[in-house]
């Protein structure tokens, strides 16, 4: 059976942006394929660590998975929910795949140089987290990730490495599918990517400081609905989706479809040569509404229990098929 693998940083609050764009993207693609797949939904603690954390950590972690609950996660046997650090194989696998990958690559890494730039130094997790992920990656033979374009450079580190390692000691470590292969899986083109609000030729971000610029999970589901009816539009007066010379409009279109979990073409086609803009900001407006007002409901009856026995199980089953894989990387090396 082979694995979809995918985990989200908890720094702090997603938006509604990260929420649509990777959260519930997740969500849908697991409830697809959770029958015929390993689906492992794992917490990147560690990953979380190499910058601030805003708020409680621990409950991040737990609202966190609360959020892929909430969203319409459909629990079986294949879905795997586990938290990174609670998995010690992670950080050791990270280090002998440091002695597998190379230095020029890592200084290649596009996040790496957008990190460190005009900086005097940097902590050293900036540097080496794409090994770390190539070895959640590896650990389980992950065939599928589904990540944001903005990861796509690091999967094919990780295709690089297992390769190389594959090379010098058999074919031990499953190589991901390549880039154009885990796109076409995701079935969500290049990935989505929601825009601020205010200035849409951005996406929506966390760390902006302008509260009207974005939509966050906890808003109120009438402010966030005012949010939308402010979104910045433009002066052409016709409905079209064009991310390049109508990216507002184009943003309201991909969150109407999202929130709502229908085909973007399909409102394309509804709205499409609408030249009142209004009618499509209240309609907007009222589904990023009513889905906040659902989506905190579902929030709320989930308690932080059955959040830790999901927890559990995740991770039993986390650290016995890691260690497995350890295993024979150690024994590679003849460490074992």
Excluded at 12 to 29: D, I, K, Q, Y
Excluded at 254 to 273: H, K, R
Aim: include cysteine; hydrophobic fraction near 40%.
């Amino acid at each position: 059976m082979k694995t979809i693998l995918t985990g989200i940083r908890v720094n702090s609050e997603p938006t509604l942006g990260n929420f649509l764009g990777a959260m519930l993207p997740m969500v849908r693609l697991s409830n697809k394929y959770s029958k015929d797949y390993n689906v492992n939904i794992f917490i990147p603690d560690l990953h979380s660590i190499i910058s601030e954390v805003d708020g409680d950590f621990k409950k991040n972690v737990l609202t966190s998975i609360k959020y892929y609950l909430a969203a319409g996660l459909k629990l079986n046997q294949n879905v795997h929910v586990y938290r990174q650090s609670f998995v010690p194989a992670h950080s050791e696998m990270c280090w002998i795949l440091n002695c597998v990958a190379n230095m020029g690559e890592l200084k290649r890494m596009t996040q790496y140089k957008d990190k460190s730039d005009g900086k005097e130094s940097v902590n050293v997790g900036i540097f080496d987290y794409p090994v770390l992920m190539a070895a959640d990656i590896l650990l389980y033979s992950a065939s599928y990730v589904p990540v944001g374009e903005d990861q796509f450079q690091h999967i094919e580190l990780t295709r690089n490495i297992a390769m190389r390692f594959n090379h010098k000691y058999g074919e031990i470590l499953t190589v991901p599918e390549k880039t154009e292969a885990q796109v076409a899986f995701m079935g969500v083109g290049m990935g989505v990517r929601i825009r601020d609000l205010v200035n849409p030729e951005k996406k929506m971000s966390k760390s902006t400081n302008s509260l009207n610029s974005k939509i966050m999970l906890s808003d109120d589901p009438e402010k966030a609905a005012k949010k939308i009816m402010s979104a910045t539009t433009d002066s052409l007066g016709k409905v079209s989706f064009d991310m390049f010379k109508q990216p507002g409009i184009s943003n309201l279109l991909q969150i109407e479809a999202l929130v709502n979990d229908f085909p973007l073409q399909d409102v394309i086609s509804t709205w499409q040569g609408e030249s009142h803009y209004g009618d499509l900001k209240k309609k907007v407006a009222t589904s990023v509404s009513t889905f906040l007002t659902s989506f905190q409901e579902n929030i709320a009856a989930i308690s932080d229990e059955e959040v830790f026995e999901l927890l559990e199980s995740g991770e039993a089953y986390a650290n016995e098929v890691a260690d497995a894989k350890l295993l024979e990387v150690q024994k590679a090396f003849s460490l074992r």
